[in-house]
């Protein structure tokens, strides 16, 4: 799935609930892995509200998808 740089909800909208759950897994590995690289980076200095832009920005498109997965109802499973 290609996913949009601008996730928006016209595009959520027009997704099947197994397209949304994919795209969820898609985002939460991309932010999951921001996450950890600025954890490493920062140490016991770390606060997700004072990250990076790619960080909040990683977070933000998860959870509007996440969001909206929860909206239909769905349970999303990550990979680990």
Known sequence: MTLPDRITARWISSLSND???EAER???DEFST???AEKARRG???SMM???EPLTQ???RWSMVCNATRERGLRTSYRR
């Open 19 to 21: 397209e949304l759950q």
């Open 26 to 28: 898609t985002l939460h």
């Open 34 to 36: 921001a996450e950890t």
């Open 44 to 46: 016991a200095a770390f």
């Open 50 to 52: 004072r990250g990076p």
């Open 58 to 60: 990683a977070w933000f």
